[in-house]
């Protein structure tokens, strides 16, 4: 019974950590071992701040998984700053607040299993449309930079000499990493938060399922301007100050969404319902501190799913039953269901 006690332990919660040879000085590096006899182990490596000394490339363990080399005032990245043993096998690099301009087009060619990139907090506003070729990656984030505009063909491999399209909805993002070198986009999470955007990017025919645009300053969304991203479940498009209007069908295509963040946008003062045509999967719409205090009475027949829609200060609306009008034969819920909202006198 003992035994049986301590291999589950040792199975399940043993996570050990410990010293690991060939860590730079300024560096701390752990191997964290799991599994029956340890026969897992992940190096994790933390390189942040080393100060104005610390010359790139540092080296790090062989087969590290996770590097954050995170404020170290790298400025524009070479190709040589990135490679050397260890650099391989880096399946997550944190570069943030590191005053990048630029990302030399083969800089990040080594690291041929990343799968999470964190570029936010530097001064990049264009990337070459090479630099994340044959990269897996599936998480970007390129918060608090310069970007005026966007091009997500920078996620676009090639393969047999030309891009090729797969769809990958019904996976999940850890099963991206076995993959499918060249040819297939696997980017499904992307933040663009607190750059210059003034409209939405085209990012058509990407599996991103997360997209963060917050606080652009982005005037105008325009029709279409989602379409093809059908496999998107999460919209932030919240503290946009200079938002004045969302046109009818803006986000025709979505139909996977299940979050709309809309909050934050004080100039945005009306929306048509058709705005929220094609959000049949919606369950949760954010118009807080928006400019929108009231909402068209007909906007619930585009959304049949709609659970919550949250409005000014501190409206939060949910959806109900009314009672005693679900008609069984029919089983059709949605007639007899009406959103309930904290705050009286709000028609629908
Ligand atoms: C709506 O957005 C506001 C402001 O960003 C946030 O504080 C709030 O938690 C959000 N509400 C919901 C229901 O997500």
Redesign the pocket.
């Known amino acids: 019974m003992a035994l049986f006690l301590w291999l589950g332990l040792s199975i399940l919660a043993a996570v050990q950590s410990s010293a690991v040879k060939n860590c730079h000085p300024g560096c701390r590096c752990e191997v964290e071992s799991y599994g029956l006899f340890d026969s897992f182990s992940l190096t994790r490596v933390d390189c942040r701040g080393l100060g104005p000394s610390a010359t790139m490339p540092i080296h790090i363990p062989l087969d590290t998984a996770h590097l954050d080399l995170s404020s170290n005032t790298m400025g524009p990245l070479s190709d040589a700053m990135l490679a050397g043993p260890g650099y391989t096998t880096l399946v997550s690099l944190d570069l943030s607040s590191n005053r990048i301009t630029k990302v030399s087009p083969n800089a990040l060619s080594k690291l041929r299993y990343l799968e999470t990139l964190d570029l936010s907090h530097n001064s990049l506003d264009r990337l070459s449309s090479s630099c994340f070729s044959g990269l897996p990656l599936a998480e970007v984030d390129l918060s608090y930079n310069r970007f005026q505009e966007f091009d997500m063909d920078i996620f676009a491999t090639k393969a047999n000499g030309g891009p090729v399209s797969v769809d990958l909805s019904h996976n999940k993002l850890v099963s991206v990493s076995r993959s499918l070198r060249g040819g297939v986009l696997h980017i499904q999470s992307l933040s663009l938060t607190a750059n210059q955007l003034t409209s939405v990017p085209r990012l058509a025919g990407v599996p991103l399922r997360y997209l963060n645009l917050d606080d652009n300053p982005i005037t105008c969304i325009e029709e279409g301007a989602f379409a093809q991203l059908k496999d998107l479940v999460h919209l932030s498009l919240?503290g946009l100050r200079e938002l004045e209007e969302i046109k009818p069908h803006s986000f025709d295509g979505l139909q996977s969404l299940q979050v709309l963040?809309l909050?934050?946008n004080p100039r945005l003062k009306t929306l048509s319902p058709a705005v929220f045509s094609g959000l049949g999967s919606l369950l949760?719409l954010?118009l807080?501190?928006s400019g929108v205090m009231s909402l068209p009475s007909n906007m619930l027949s585009h959304l049949p799913s709609i659970k919550?829609i949250?409005l000014g200060q501190n409206i939060h609306c949910w959806r109900t039953q009314k009672q005693g009008q679900f008609h069984w034969q029919l089983g059709q819920v949605q007639h007899n269901e009406v959103l309930n909202c904290n705050v009286e006198g709000i028609i629908f």
């Open positions: 919240s963040d909050s934050n949760e954010n807080s501190s919550s949250t």
